[in-house]
């Protein structure tokens, strides 16, 4: 007797897909760990002139390389010192966080677009334009994704809009790819063949037929792309074709302050920690979600 028939015998009423979808995600502690620190991140940003101490960008003169409060004594207003210049770090962290979010946002929207349209466009009609397309994201691919990143930046000037465009550029590859393979997958199956000889065009069957049996790759991809995004952003910044001084964000606030690394410890660690704890809590709900959506992960 199969599961269904034990259900319908005992009257017993499925599970609802949300209240399965947790089960199996919060299985994953690390998952739900990082989880609860994204959601502690957007409502950081979200609120940071609410909480930020002091603004982001004024320069205290008199409070220069401050160190934080439990290395001064407790006599300090700065939780976690100050910069080479006399600015809050705390703050200024509060604020990155709402940048690098703004730009995983983004770049993720930008990226997931372009490349459900050009996967599942490639993958459905396949022939010369597939070729074309899927060619085309090779050669991104074979070039280093940071170079191809800093050669765009040079290309359209350094600025966060155009970091945030060459990310998006760097990373559209990946999407075009598991979007084509999954479509590739689905088309030749019964419900498509159905749909097919009921009528449905091109349109149709692409985004409401066969998309959205496509989507539980795509979401693990989009989620993994945020710290791909963020991390891309920081280094970008770190270079100096980011964010501009004196944006506060994580990257920029690591190249202004590799100097001061000896003498001012603080003022390089505490980014880097924001940088390193946020890209691994996206990294653990990436994994939490593959396998809640992946049913061959499920016991």
């Known amino acids: 007797m199969n599961e269904t028939a034990i259900i319908a015998e005992n009257n017993i009423s499925p599970p609802h897909p949300l209240k399965e979808f947790w089960k ?96 599942i466009t490639s993958g459905y009609f396949g022939g010369f334009y597939e070729t074309v397309v899927m060619r085309l994201m090779d050669i991104m691919l074979a070039l280093p994704s940071l170079l191809l990143a800093m050669a765009i930046v040079a290309i359209l000037g ?11 550029v760097v990373v559209l590859p990946h999407y075009v790819r598991l979007t084509r393979a999954s479509v590739i997958g689905e088309k030749s199956k019964d419900y498509v063949t159905s749909s ?34 963020i991390l891309d952003a920081a280094a970008l910044g770190f270079l100096g074709m980011g964010a501009q001084p004196p944006t506060p964000e994580w990257g920029a606030m690591l190249a202004n302050s590799l100097q001061f690394v000896q003498r001012a410890w603080w003022v390089v660690t505490f980014p880097g920690l924001a940088i390193l704890l946020t890209v691994l809590a996206f990294n653990l709900a990436g994994d939490g979600l593959r396998d809640a959506l992946d049913p061959k992960m499920k016991r």
């Not at 350094?158 to 998006?168: D, R, V």
């Open 24 to 119: 199996y995600f919060s299985e994953n502690k690390g998952a739900v760990a990082g989880l609860w620190f994204i959601g502690i991140a957007i409502l950081v940003a979200i609120s940071a002139n609410l909480i930020a101490p002091h603004s982001p960008f004024t320069q205290y003169r008199d409070a220069i390389l401050q160190p934080p409060f439990w290395m001064d004594g407790g006599t300090t207003e700065f939780i976690l010192g100050t910069d080479d210049v006399g600015r809050d770090i705390l703050s200024r962290l509060i604020f990155g966080a709402r940048l690098s979010l703004f730009v995983g946002v983004i770049v993720v929207t930008l990226s997931l677009a372009v490349g459900i349209f050009l996967g």
């Open 158 to 168: 350094p600025s966060l809009q155009n970091a945030i465009l060459a990310i998006a």
């Open 196 to 229: 097919r000889v009921s009528g449905a065009g091109p349109f149709r069957m692409m985004f409401v037929v066969i998309l959205p049996n496509c989507m539980a790759p795509l979401i693990v991809q989009a989620t993994l792309g945020f710290s791909s995004a």
